[in-house]
T-cell receptor, first 112, second 112 residues
């Protein structure tokens, strides 16, 4: 069974640009979660989608947005990039809303 | 919002030693999870706990759901070099759309 896949693996952008990160959940999983892992800050919850709907959102500005497609894959968009957006962005999926999360290996976003 | 406290930030032990980690919360949780993250990879689920007082093993690892529902513990016995990594606790409170909150993680180093 394929795990959670994320693309691209690495992404380099300049300040002010926009970034799009993609995630494919494990087959059969309907919930997708996005977390930001910045150095020394642990995993900060960004967004949670289930069955195409946004279920919960973390304390991030509106320039962080996303969506979930009918095939349950998901996209995270970050507009007007700032230097402090540099981090590892992790996507996770679960089969049910209360189930443990299974993570991908992340997208390393670097903003210069 | 909920916060999870994990300390210390780093632990250094000798191969073969046992090690204990704990995680405390200001809120009551009904799910506790423990994850391990290796360099360049996403967190991997080690143990999931769903009931206060529950003690769950996974090989040399054992985790416990605290009676107060505000803490959890992870024990690693007879440590080996591949135990090196970052250990995260995560908790979820009651509520249909409640998010999974992570601690900042403990970096474990094992001296051969």
């Amino acid at each position: 069974e394929a795990g959670v896949t994320q693309s691209p693996t690495h992404l380099i952008k300049t300040r002010g640009q926009q970034a799009t990160l993609r995630c494919s959940p494990i087959s059969g999983h309907t919930s997708v979660y996005w977390y930001q892992q910045a150095l020394g800050l642990g995993l900060q919850f960004l967004l949670w989608y289930d069955e195409g709907e946004e279920r919960n959102r973390g304390n991030f500005p509106p320039r962080f947005s996303g969506r979930q497609f009918p095939n349950y894959s998901s996209e995270l968009n970050v507009n007007a990039l700032e230097l402090e957006d540099s981090a590892l962005y992790l996507c996770a999926s679960s089969p049910l809303m209360a189930s443990p999360l299974h993570f991908g290996n992340g997208t390393r976003l670097t903003v210069t | 919002g909920q916060q999870l406290n994990q300390s210390p930030q780093s632990m250094f032990i000798q191969e073969g030693e046992d090690v204990s980690m704990n995680c405390t919360s200001s809120s009551i949780f009904n799910t506790w999870l423990w994850y391990k993250q290796d360099p360049g990879e996403g967190p991997v689920l080690l143990i999931a706990l769903y009931k206060a007082g529950e003690l769950t093993p996974n090989g040399r690892l054992t985790a416990q759901f605290g009676i107060t529902r505000k803490d959890s513990f992870l024990n690693i016995s007879a440590s080996i070099p591949s135990d090196v990594g970052i250990y995260f606790c995560a908790g979820r409170p009651t509520g249909a759309n409640s998010k999974l909150t992570f601690g900042k993680g403990i970096t474990l180093s094992v001296r051969p």
